[in-house]
T-cell receptor, first 114, second 110 residues
Framework: NAGVTQTPKFQVLKTGQSMTLQCAQD?????MSWYRQDPGMGLRLIHY???????DQGEVPNGYNVSRSTTEDFPLRLLSAAPSQTSVYFC?????????????FGPGTRLTVL | TQLLEQSPQFLSIQEGENLTVYCNSSSVFSSLQWYRQEPGEGPVLLVTVVTGGEVKKLKRLTFQFGDARKDSSLHITAAQPGDTGLYLCAGASGTYKYIFGTGTRLKVLA
């Protein structure tokens, strides 16, 4: 199993450009999520999905769009990049066991917006 | 807004020393998780505590969930250079929704 994979590893964008961060998992997990990690702020939830065709907003959804057409894939779209979106983005997939969720994170995408 | 505060933010210790990292909130969580993150990688789940007062051990790491389920601690005995990393706590704020703490960056010197 590859687990959770993310592409690209690094990306530099200019303000106003759009792009899609890719995330895929091969563990057949129903739940997937996107976080951003900024210095001194921990990880913050952007969007999440509880299954194909079902998505919802997290703590910081503005400027981001998601869709979930398959169980495996959960892409994150930046509609019009802004310098405030410079961050490291992590995708995670999880399953529920014993009343809590086992989360597995991808290696991250480091995004710089100029 | 639910917040999780970790202390200390940074910790640099010698190999063999003991240390404790704290994770505190004014909110109650149904469960709390601890992760370790290496540079350039995603967080890796170490443990989940669910019951107030619960203590779990993972080799030299001891995790405790507060009785009121608002706080947690991570104690490392005889730290080793391999323990170096960013330690994150995360509280369950709903099904599939987690609030992450600000992190404790640990460096263990040989």
């Amino acid at each position: 199993n590859a687990g959770v994979t993310q592409t690209p590893k690094f990306q530099v964008l200019k303000t106003g450009q759009s792009m899609t961060l890719q995330c895929a998992q091969d563990m057949n997990h129903e739940y997937m999520s996107w976080y951003r990690q900024d210095p001194g702020m921990g990880l913050r939830l952007i969007h999440y999905s509880v299954g194909a065709g079902i998505t919802d907003q997290g703590e910081v959804p503005n400027g981001y769009n998601v869709s979930r057409s398959t169980t495996e894939d959960f892409p994150l779209r930046l509609l019009s990049a802004a310098p405030s979106q410079t961050s490291v983005y992590f995708c995670a997939s999880s399953y529920r066991t014993g009343g809590y969720d086992e989360q597995f994170f991808g290696p991250g995408t480091r995004l710089t917006v100029l | 807004t639910q917040l999780l505060e970790q202390s200390p933010q940074f910790l640099s210790i010698q190999e063999g020393e003991n240390l404790t990292v704290y994770c505190n909130s004014s909110s109650v969580f149904s469960s709390l998780q601890w992760y370790r993150q290496e540079p350039g990688e995603g967080p890796v789940l170490l443990v989940t505590v669910v019951t107030g007062g619960e203590v779990k051990k993972l080799k030299r790491l001891t995790f405790q969930f507060g009785d009121a389920r608002k706080d947690s601690s991570l104690h490392i005995t005889a730290a080793q250079p391999g323990d170096t990393g960013l330690y994150l706590c995360a509280g369950a704020s709903g099904t599939y929704k987690y609030i992450f703490g600000t992190g404790t960056r640990l460096k263990v010197l040989a």
